[in-house]
């Protein structure tokens, strides 16, 4: 299957800005599913309200466009009905930690068989450019026009503490890598998050004088480096990526299916 046939190119050109990493994002994810060869039918993209959702609605899969924040939620309730599909499910920063962190959390405790991808950056982009969770302090936005003063979230320690199986972060410079990380994430049976670093030049890399897509994605290269490298040891200002986590713990959906047989009496 070409990688043209998992895209509704009839809702082309996208709405996102020039320079924007959603749209390299859905590259790598298009491209993650060729690899695998999982067919069109066999997956459910769920997604929530902001530029990083319309992702959805740009390919050819089963897909549903719901309430901000909410995606998860509708997500598990279709893992439930047909555990056998794979379900996707692509948010922002406020989709899956602000309005949608309480979902977020829980999803990761339950250990659904769902993967969240979680496009990080740092900014409300479709809203007009408010700080989000994962701004971090210093970030210039038009809710902190002085300057934020909140911490951010780290997505692979709040990920990982909230149970997630597996947990990795990439960048959208480092395409090659998000392809590979999204493919394991997709095929790994338990919760699983990818936090992909994404820019926007338009309401981030401007207002913060990071200049256009380019600069940002140059950046994003330099403060980040592969997890336990030798540039890690000796800079522990960097970012690391890579995956964090992935470990083997009982799926919700296998768990659930044993207390209906309980029910039934069944052995």
Not at 174 to 197: P, Y
Request: charged share 20%; with cysteine.
């Amino acid at each position: 299957m070409a990688v043209t046939d998992y895209i509704r190119e009839r809702f082309f050109p996208h709405m996102w800005c020039p320079g924007c990493g959603h749209g390299m994002v859905l590259n790598g994810l298009i491209r993650a599913v060729e690899k695998l060869g999982v067919g069109k039918n066999d997956i459910v993209m769920a997604s929530g309200i902001g530029c990083s959702s319309r992702i959805a609605g740009y390919l050819d899969f089963h897909t549903l466009h719901t309430l901000h924040g909410r995606a998860l939620a509708f997500a598990t309730g279709v893992k439930l009905s047909r555990p056998e599909l794979n379900v996707i499910v692509p948010m922002g920063d406020g989709d899956a930690l602000a309005i949608g962190g309480n979902h977020f959390i829980h999803a990761a405790r339950r250990n659904i068989d769902i993967t969240a991808i979680v496009m990080n950056n740092r900014i409300y982009g479709m809203t007009g450019g408010q700080y989000s969770p994962l701004s971090g302090p210093g970030i210039l936005a038009t809710t902190a026009p002085y300057s934020n003063i909140d911490q951010a979230f780290d997505v692979v320690k709040l990920a990982t503490a909230a149970g997630a199986t597996f947990v990795a972060r990439t960048t959208t410079y480092h395409i090659r890598e998000m392809i590979e990380v999204i493919s394991e994430a997709i095929i790994h049976r338990g919760f699983s998050v990818v936090e992909v670093m994404s820019q926007c030049p338009t309401n981030f890399g401007r207002r913060n004088r990071q200049g256009e897509a380019v600069e940002m994605l140059k950046y994003m290269k330099r403060i980040t480096t592969p997890i336990g490298s030798k540039a890690a040891a000796e800079n522990p200002e960097l970012i690391e990526r890579g995956v964090f986590l992935r470990k083997e713990l009982p799926e919700y959906c296998s768990a659930y299916d044993l207390v209906i047989k309980r029910a039934r009496g069944e052995k």
